[in-house]
């Protein structure tokens, strides 16, 4: 059964810097790309950024660019997100999520999603 | 950026109706489209991709269709548990989702 498990979430004040984790179990991690998804209180999803199951290839949606890190140890099979610079915008439940199987190639679906993670961003 | 307008916002439908959810993509999206369903308090799940495709475990009451840029997410008798927030989410350039559909029963 695939299983991810996001931690690392909290509040967190205007300015500051925040490290998400995602434990992956259930499939071969190191096979996969994985995402981090966000949802605002009570709004939609906005995809976050994407790293390639290498770790070579990273992709982010340009409101992240340059302040948030996509990342991933296959040795661990864990998932991370650096978030520096955080704003009160960046206010979110983060999902870690596993891309669809590399057959269908290139960025694609979401197949699993973990249970999320709250970040807080407030003074 | 392609931008997904999702209709309607919000629904209610009785129990063992079909209910229909609209997706229309800014360009064509060739196919590149998934419908995602989120029950309240929890994350999403993967119903269809390619459009048309059903993910593994998910009720053969729920089908995709469309081309272009214009697709839909159709559930044949509607039951309790198809209580949730359903979600559009293309993949052709990028990665957006639609603003979602909140589904009740009335």
């Known amino acids: 059964e695939v299983q991810l498990v996001e931690s690392g979430g909290g509040l967190v004040q205007p300015g500051r810097s925040m490290k998400l984790s995602c434990a992956a179990s259930?499939?071969?991690?190191?096979?996969?790309?994985m995402a981090w998804v966000c949802q605002a209180p009570k709004k939609g999803l906005e995809w976050v950024a994407t790293?390639?199951?290498?770790?070579?290839?990273?992709y982010y949606r340009d409101s992240v660019k340059g302040r948030f890190t996509i990342s991933r140890d296959n040795a661990k099979s864990t998932l991370y997100l650096q978030m520096d610079s955080l704003r009160s915008e960046d206010t979110a439940t983060y999902y870690c999520?596993?891309?669809?199987?590399?057959?269908?190639?290139?960025?694609?679906?979401?197949?699993?999603w973990g249970q999320g993670t709250l970040v807080t961003v407030s003074s | 950026d392609i931008q997904m307008t999702q209709s309607p916002a919000s629904l209610s439908a009785s129990l063992g109706e079909t209910v229909t959810i609209e997706c229309r993509a800014s360009?064509?999206?060739?196919?590149?489209l998934a419908w995602y369903q989120q029950k309240p308090g929890k994350s999403p799940q993967l119903l269809i991709y390619?459009?048309?495709s059903l993910h593994t475990g998910v009720p053969s009451r729920f089908s995709g269709s469309g081309s272009g840029t214009q697709y839909s997410l159709k559930i044949n008798s509607l039951q309790s548990e198809d209580v949730a927030s359903y979600f559009c989410?293309?993949?052709?350039?990028?990665?957006?989702f639609g603003s979602g559909t909140k589904l009740e029963i009335k």
């Open positions: 259930g499939f071969t991690f190191n096979n996969y790309d």
């Open positions: 390619n459009a048309n």
């Open positions: 989410q293309q993949y052709y350039d990028y990665l957006t």
């Open positions: 790293i390639s199951y290498d770790g070579s290839s990273t």
């Open positions: 360009e064509d999206i060739y196919n590149g």
């Open positions: 999520a596993r891309h669809a199987d590399p057959y269908y190639g290139g960025l694609n679906w979401f197949a699993y």
